[in-house]
């Protein structure tokens, strides 16, 4: 039985305070969270149960935006059609970048904030994360192009940073000649 996640919208204050460090191995309770949130994230990037459970598609998601300040974030990443790959990281830290920055063409999104925001958000290129997994054993995952900015926008959250804090006002689009797109 799947039941969608009730996801705070970004006018919560909660999404603006920053998460706190958690300890390992995690509670059942929290384990029960990340399974609920990948089979959400899973099902919002397939058409059919996107559209019978009413679901906007999501990559990520940090557990701020569950109304609980700890420094999680899970990620379901669709590789391939229709083949995913979980990242669930406890207390990340991203410890090194490229210089190259990029951005996403169309722009990004988010779950919690239910309106279009125009503007392209920079981001690294490549980034090396580190943190733990659910039973506290050290991990490593090193990313780049769409993962990297997932990674880095789901970090954000556990910050108190929205993705619209990072569009410059005066100039929301960048062209090919200063910045790459995706």
């Not at 207390?91 to 239910?114: D, Y």
């Amino acid at each position: 039985m799947f039941k969608p996640l009730n996801i705070l919208d970004d006018r919560h204050k909660i999404l603006r305070k920053i998460s706190k460090e958690v300890n390992t191995p995690l509670s059942d309770e929290d384990k029960i969270t990340i399974e609920n949130i990948i089979k959400h994230l899973k099902y919002s990037q397939i058409e059919k149960k996107a559209e019978k459970y009413n679901l906007r598609p999501g990559m990520g998601l940090a557990f701020p935006q569950l109304g609980m300040l700890k420094r999680i974030i899970v990620i379901v990443h669709e590789y391939e059609e229709g083949k995913f790959k979980n990242y669930v990281v406890v207390n990340p830290k991203i410890i090194s970048h490229s210089e190259e920055i990029i951005a996403l063409e169309t722009g990004e999104g988010c779950l919690s904030v239910n309106r279009e925001v125009e503007g392209h958000v920079p981001r690294y290129a490549r980034v090396k994360v580190v943190g733990l997994d659910e039973d506290g054993n050290e991990i490593s995952i090193r990313a780049r192009e769409d993962l990297s900015i997932a990674l880095q926008h789901e970090i954000d959250h556990l910050n108190g940073i929205l993705f619209y804090d990072k569009i410059n006002k005066k100039k929301p689009f960048f062209n090919e000649n200063e910045i790459r797109l995706i």
